[in-house]
């Protein structure tokens, strides 16, 4: 397993930005494919963003209501980051980075990640 720590998360107005980070604890960054969850109170964790360790990202279709965000890493720095856009207080929540080893496509999966970081929590005040 992988050791993650994330961290960047804070109280934001709505429509601000903010990147969060996670750093890896692992020789082999650049074979990982990481992604960002995040769960706010009361509901089931969600999949934000992900990239597959050739560097391949996705990102769920845009939807009017949420923040677009990207997903980025920076393999010299074992850094996963996530840019967070035009914030909006429906986007406050735990976020989390998760990383698996290799794997063909970028899941959406929980289940599919076997390391996990221990979470940043970004509240978006209206």
């Known amino acids: 397993q992988v050791q993650l720590v994330e961290s960047g998360g804070g109280l934001v107005q709505a429509g601000d930005s903010l990147r969060l980070s996670c750093v890896a604890s692992?020789?082999?960054?650049?074979?990982?494919?990481m992604a960002w969850f995040r769960q706010s109170p009361g509901k089931e964790r969600e999949f934000v963003a992900g990239?597959?360790?050739?560097?391949?990202?996705?990102?769920p279709s845009a939807d009017s209501r949420k923040a677009p965000f990207t997903i980025s890493r920076d393999t010299a720095k074992k850094t996963l980051y996530l840019q967070m856009n035009d914030l909006r207080p429906e986007d406050t929540a735990v976020y989390y980075c998760?990383?698996?080893?290799?794997?063909?496509?970028?899941?959406?999966?929980?289940?599919?990640?076997?390391?996990w970081g221990q979470g940043t929590l970004v509240t978006v005040s209206s």
């Open positions: 998760a990383a698996r080893w290799a794997g063909t496509v970028v899941s959406v999966s929980g289940n599919d990640y076997d390391s």
């Open positions: 990239i597959r360790y050739t560097g391949d990202t996705y990102t």
């Open positions: 692992t020789f082999s960054f650049s074979s990982y494919s």
